[in-house]
């Protein structure tokens, strides 16, 4: 198994960005962990400031963390 696949904190803020960037709510973080939703709302800080700046489709491409 690859490491990158066991980081649960690099994927839990990879969600948070995904979500983010399309505009959904931070009320729909999935974890209870307080850890985690750290993670997570940090990823969707993120994307809702890419979303804001116009950094969405091709234009965002370079900013996902998919891709990095």
């Given at each position: 198994m690859k490491?990158?696949?066991?980081?649960?904190?690099?994927r839990a803020?990879?969600?948070?960005?995904?979500?983010?960037?399309t505009g959904r709510s931070r009320d729909d973080?999935?974890?209870?962990?307080?850890n985690l939703r750290e993670y997570w709302m940090s990823g969707w800080r993120e994307g809702r400031g890419d979303q804001w700046d116009g950094m969405t489709g091709i234009s965002g491409i370079h900013k996902n963390p998919m891709v990095m």
């Open positions: 490491r990158q696949k066991r980081d649960r904190f690099q803020y990879v969600h948070g960005y995904k979500a983010g960037v973080c999935p974890s209870l962990d307080v």
